[in-house]
């Protein structure tokens, strides 16, 4: 067998952290002969075998034969893979997760690899899942960094080399004033009020006097950065540059971590997810998802407006399969409210409850999710946020039996896509907490800069947290890594959609306005559209 097919073998088994023995890799290579695979199949074939090794519950770093033998025979079990497809049923695949469901993953930094949290997550949380939030937010960042071409070195000699960048720990800054030295932490203010940068060495103060400007992006207390100086005699570091880490994109991420199931939905290689993709293309091209954002039920437009989309989506022959319904679903704060306040909040709801029921095709192909806002009752104000309080939905659920109710941010897994919603004031809160930005930026730029920080960023509120609060123990479920196929940032800001890093991140700004406003999501192509009806026309 050639050595290429070998180094496959032995890097599909390496992803999974497994090391290959020459017994083991002789049966693979026998396998591979068996079956007569093709060069171009030989990561496909491989990838399976690894992925069902990796399940095994007595599944060891070093490859044992034994257990080589007992998976491939089980993968013979289950049939000839030749067989006809049978069309994909999108509800066996559509899953709808909870951030208080999602299981925990913490970065180990001695295994240099995800490890699942064996405790019991709480939300009041404890000092120690407090550090650990922020910890993994650093080790994860600066993981993907050190994978980034302009920080990995190759294996080759190079003249490349020569132009790596270095990261440097704050403990190694002490006695080597004069020097400039690249560092990775994150902003925030010390007892002093003054600017720092901390990492999980120390920190140490900054001068931003000299830096012209930062890079792109939003530059917030509680985000981490790159940050480039020289180390003076009174222990601060002059700043000449400070950039935003750079974003790794999914399909890097899964390459590597494939086989951790973050969702709790079950795991997907790559390759699975690609013949998806293929799929979805193929058999799935009308199926859509809508999503709408600031559902005012007490503005007296609102039922109109929704009355006017099913309408349209029964003569037009358009169900979708997903209605996701963001909050606020009330125009005005309602917490400190009377109990008038209160039965009307429900009243409303129970309003839109008859009205979607009024649509009986739509009532029994689509499935309706409800994300609260920021000014909805759920019980608390940190992230993530509870679903909507089953006292004011009993109606909905007694009347649609395709409903759920939600987290804050909550997660869409659909094949292999994973689309993640969340509804936050995003913008302003981040332009009120910013510490740099590039000066006069407006429009188009600035909705870039808000997409790219929250995605290098690899978190949705990179943001310290007396700014926002969240629950340490449930910091996870606001992280973006792997990167997701889709983010749902839905704002009161205006509506906006661009890709980066080749995830498609969309708002689709207040549902009542000048006219109707919402967004559909298309899965096969992975991009939105801006769905727009008129309320003039309204008799």
Not at 232 to 237: R, T, Y
Not at 332 to 337: D, L
Not at 377 to 398: E, Y
Not at 454 to 460: E, G, R, Y
Request: hydrophobic residues 35%.
């Amino acid at each position: 067998m050639s050595d290429g097919r070998q180094l496959t073998i032995i890097k599909v088994f390496r992803k999974y952290s497994h090391s290959l023995g020459p017994d083991a890799l002789q049966f693979l290579e026998e396998i591979l002969e068996r079956h007569d695979v093709a060069d171009n199949e030989v990561d496909f074939s491989i990838e399976s075998i690894a992925r069902e090794y990796n399940k095994q519950d007595d599944a060891a770093m070093k490859v044992s034969l034994d257990i080589l033998r007992r998976v491939y025979d089980a993968l013979q079990d289950q049939g000839n893979p030749g067989e006809a497809e049978e069309l994909l049923d999108p509800d066996s695949h559509l899953y709808f997760i909870d951030a208080f469901e999602m299981p925990s993953w913490h970065w180990s930094q001695e295994r240099g690899t995800f490890e699942k949290s064996s405790s019991p997550l709480t939300v009041a949380g404890s000092a120690d899942s407090r550090i650990a939030a922020v910890r993994n937010r650093l080790h994860i960042i600066k993981q993907s960094i050190l994978r980034n071409e302009h920080f990995s070195p190759s294996t080759l000699p190079s003249r490349d080399r020569e132009h790596l960048v270095t990261l440097k720990s704050t403990k190694q800054l002490l006695g080597r004033a004069g020097e400039r030295f690249l560092l990775l932490g994150m902003l925030a203010h010390n007892k002093e009020g003054k600017l720092c940068v901390e990492d999980s060495d120390g920190s140490v103060e900054l001068d931003l006097s000299k830096m012209d400007e930062p890079g792109e992006g939003l530059y917030t207390e509680g985000c981490f950065a790159l940050v480039e100086g020289e180390y003076n005699e009174d222990s601060i570091l002059e700043v000449v540059a400070m950039g935003q880490p750079p974003c790794e994109d999914r399909e890097t991420a899964r390459s590597i971590y494939g086989h951790i199931d973050f969702l709790g939905q079950g795991s997907t290689s790559l390759l699975e997810d690609s013949q998806f993709a293929r799929r979805i293309r193929e058999e799935l091209s009308d199926l859509y998802f809508f999503f709408l954002s600031d559902v005012w039920l007490d503005h007296p437009q609102t039922l109109v407006g929704l009355q006017k989309m099913f309408d349209n989506c029964i003569e037009n022959s358009f169900i979708p399969k997903v209605i996701v319904m963001c909050g606020n679903f009330t125009s005005r704060s309602i917490m400190q409210g009377g109990g008038r306040d209160i039965q009307c909040y429900q009243e409303n709801f129970d309003s839109l409850a008859d009205l979607i029921a009024s649509y009986p095709q739509i009532t029994r192909e689509t499935h309706f999710v409800f994300v609260p806002g920021p000014l909805d009752i759920t019980g608390s104000s940190a992230l993530p946020r509870r679903p909507i309080l089953s006292t004011f939905t009993s109606h909905l659920r007694s009347k649609i039996p395709k409903v759920h109710f939600t987290s804050n941010p909550c997660r869409l897994k659909f094949f292999g896509q994973e689309i993640v919603i969340f509804r936050e004031d995003t913008m302003a809160r981040m332009l009120r907490n910013t510490i740099g930005i590039k000066p006069n930026v407006t429009g188009e730029d600035l909705r870039r800069y808000l997409v790219q920080s929250i995605l290098d960023q690899s978190h949705l509120t990179p943001l310290t947290t007396h700014i926002q609060p969240v629950l340490p123990d449930f910091d996870h479920a606001l992280r973006l890594y792997p990167l997701p196929t889709a983010v749902i940032l839905a704002d009161k800001y205006e509506k906006y959609k661009l890709t980066y890093s080749g995830c498609h991140v969309f708002n689709p700004g207040g549902f009542v306005g000048n006219s109707f406003s919402f967004s559909t999501y298309c899965p096969a192509e992975r991009s939105s559209e801006e769905g727009v009806l008129d309320i003039e026309q309204e008799d």
